[in-house]
């Protein structure tokens, strides 16, 4: 087992060195290279009307007339998405796409993805958006066929691209400063600072510290609608204190050749908010988190054929969770985890003709797992990911093809480990533009793959089964975009339409045993999954000093558990998945000020999977606006107040049940560039 692992490493050390080696080689300067257009430009991006599978993105533009605090916010607003939220500012947020669960999305920050083996999901309540330059998302996975080959290894791709250093004419620094404040004690102050060393190396650095105390309003109805029907209470323990710094040197030897090295750490201290539950309150949980990691990223054109590009990685995160009011032998629950990854990453990417290319990535990556639980076993994943992919683009079709192999070895230091598993999952996409004239395309997708079972679903504490199989997921696809340059005042109308059906196999469920104290993970579980994903945008400008933006975007769903014929959940709603959802925005952009409204909608959903009155959650709308006035100082300062009212219609709706949302709040930010 660790030997097959060593010849990975072995592998990947020979590819990182041949690559090294040919960038030494001298390259003939004089030489003139041509290289398609076509190839050059479908290579690194992709507008979203022409993406084979359906892809998102929100642009630093987009996000500052999105009223949204943190990335959890901003996704909301993508069509196709739940966000689990755990109510306030400190609440735990994971986001699923098209119901196939949190654990089927892959995050990647630049392009490299955050791991989370206890858990499965990635916490996005702790990335913050003033270092954010774009938001993409992807079912399937994207256009991009040169990258890591974990982004092929899951049912969808949130991936978040921070700022990279831009200097203005013979500035060699730049200082961004924001401060937020607001409802319920908020203060967020962060700064950044990017510098110049040097022709080919430039720096960054940047930080935020957040603060709340999360002691807002609600209310709790029972019994009739009479006025004594309702009592008032404060959200208690719900205050979070988080910290957030990166630090990143950019070298760009030659538009050919970049690298890139970051260092990240987040810490965060949170009070838990109890449910709401009539006559119940434990208002004492906490949860401290620390994460750290380093990564570094390097490409290098090698010829106008083949470019070489390596990723690393490592990751040390620390979770301790304190519940003082257990019903145990100690009195209290007082947990620590601490996990660590050792990741690497080797991709070539090969323009064999004009129109085709082709890419081979391989991954190699070692996690690690303890805890202070009594008889944990330790355990170690050893995981090697090998992807070969293909495009075809012409002027009527894009076209490309993926086949992953997937080596996973388990290994602990006491008691049993989970299964070794290799599989191969195979991908297929295509767009299809029947007119030349009209930029109006057919596209579709087929999928299939995996998620492998977590540390927590394995061994858990009488509760985790070492024999669980992975989730299995096969995903279609078919849809329509277009997109359309109508006259001068309306530049710009886009729409895209995408029908779904996703099939869950093997779904792990908690089942209960003969002790209701007791349970234990299983495969049992088959979800059906039906839907419709539309978006549309309009951006025009009637007048030469005003322009509106015009965004929106609606789902439906139909995720039933269609598990056992007999059961009383059969053929009902997954929980906490809507029939319908969807959100919009208008922005308005003048000299003067800049004005935004958004809205959010969702319908009801059901708390668990039988859908009963009794257990139905009724559906929630949330609107927000705001006014924005920038204005220079001198020639190099520019200073930006953004005032916003959140929640304008004061509704403690419920994303889970017993966990309220904030009413209205206010939040101002001053923003200073120099």
């Known amino acids: 087992m660790k030997k097959s692992f060593c010849v990975v490493c072995i592998y990947l050390w020979i590819v990182c060195s041949s690559a090294i080696y040919a960038q030494k080689q001298k390259v003939d300067s004089t030489r003139i290279y041509k290289i398609p257009e076509v190839t050059v430009t479908e290579q690194f991006r992709t507008r979203e009307v022409r993406a084979t599978a359906p892809t998102q993105v929100l642009s630093a533009d987009k996000l500052k007339k999105l009223n949204v605090l943190q990335v959890s916010d901003a996704v909301k607003h993508l069509a196709g998405v739940t966000v689990k ?31 989370d083996c206890q858990s499965g999901q990635i916490d996005l309540s702790r990335f913050s958006l003033d270092n954010v330059d774009r938001i993409s998302l992807s079912n399937g996975q994207s256009d991009n066929i040169f990258q890591p080959a974990r982004f092929f290894a899951s049912s969808g791709t949130l991936n978040i691209q921070t700022l990279s250093p831009v200097f203005k004419e013979n500035a060699r620094t730049n200082v961004r400063f924001s401060f937020k404040t607001g409802s319920w004690g908020l203060i967020n102050p962060s700064i950044a600072i990017e510098q110049r060393l ?24 029972y019994g009739s609608a009479k006025e004594d029907s309702v009592s008032h209470h404060k959200r208690k323990n719900s205050q979070v204190q988080t910290l957030r710094t990166e630090a990143a040197l950019f070298g760009n030897f030659s538009s050919t050749e970049q690298w890139k090295l970051k260092a990240y750490y987040y810490q965060s201290s949170r009070g838990l908010p109890d449910a709401t539950v009539f006559y119940y309150s434990n208002p004492a949980q906490h949860l401290w988190d620390k994460s750290t990691f380093i990564q570094s990223q390097y490409k290098k054109e090698i010829s106008p054929k083949v ?55 391989t991954d190699g990556a070692i996690n690690t797992m303890r805890a202070n639980l009594i008889d944990f076993p ?34 602990t230091r006491t008691g049993d480990s989970g299964d070794n598993h290799r599989k191969l999952s195979p991908y297929v996409s295509f767009s299809y533009q029947p007119f030349i004239e009209h930029d109006l395309r057919i596209r579709a997708f087929y999928k299939h793959v995996f998620r492998l079972p977590t540390f927590n679903d394995l061994y858990y504490s009488q509760i985790g089964n070492t024999k669980l199989k992975p ?3 096969s995903q279609y696809n078919v849809g329509l975009t277009y997109s359309r340059e109508i006259c001068s005042w309306l530049p710009q109308v886009s729409a895209t339409a995408d029908f779904y059906y996703n099939r869950v196999t093997d779904k792990i469920i908690a089942k209960p045993t003969g002790n209701i104290f007791k349970w234990s993970m299983e495969n049992l579980g088959i979800v059906d999954i039906r839907g419709v994903d539309a978006t549309a945008s309009i951006s025009f400008q009637p007048w030469e000093k005003l322009k509106v933006d015009l965004t929106g975007n609606y789902t439906y769903q139909r995720a039933l558990d269609i598990t056992d014929s007999q059961s009383k959940t059969y053929r009902n709603q997954i929980a906490y998945t809507p029939r319908v959802s969807g959100s919009g925005q208008v922005g308005i952009e003048t000299p003067w000020i800049n004005l935004s409204y958004s809205l959010l909608h969702s319908g009801k959903r059901y708390t668990t999977g039988q859908n009963l009155t009794k257990n139905r959650l009724e559906g929630y709308s949330d609107h927000s606006l705001s006014a924005e006035r920038s204005f220079s100082i001198k020639k190099k300062t520019s200073i930006s107040l953004n005032a916003e009212v959140l929640n304008l219609l004061n509704k403690n709706y419920e994303i889970v049940n017993y966990f309220p949302m904030p009413g209205r709040s206010f939040r101002i930010t001053l923003k200073l560039n120099y």
């Open 471 to 473: 989730e299995n997921t």
């Open 307 to 361: 470019v070489f590009q390596t990723s690393a990685k490592w990751n040390w995160s620390y979770q301790h969770y304190l519940d003082p009011h257990t019903y145990n032998l100690a009195g209290k629950e007082d947990n620590s985890y601490y996990q660590q990854e050792y990741y690497l990453s080797a991709s070539v990417l090969w323009r064999t003709f004009r129109n085709l290319s082709f890419s081979l990535s």
């Open 198 to 221: 040097s022709k080919r190396w430039t720096a960054s650095v940047n930080g935020e510290w957040m603060s709340a105390d999360g002691h807002y309003p609600y209310s709790i109805h």
């Open 85 to 115: 939220d755990y109510g306030g500012i400190g609440g735990m947020k994971t986001v699923s796409l098209r119901s196939l669960g949190a654990n089927h999305t892959a995050v990647g920050y630049d392009g490299i993805t955050i791991s």
């Open 378 to 411: 330790y355990p170690t994943r050893y995981s090697w990911l090998t992807v070969v992919a293909a495009k075809y683009v012409n002027e009527h079709i894009t076209a490309s093809a993926s086949a992953l192999f997937t080596l996973i070895n388990e290994d």
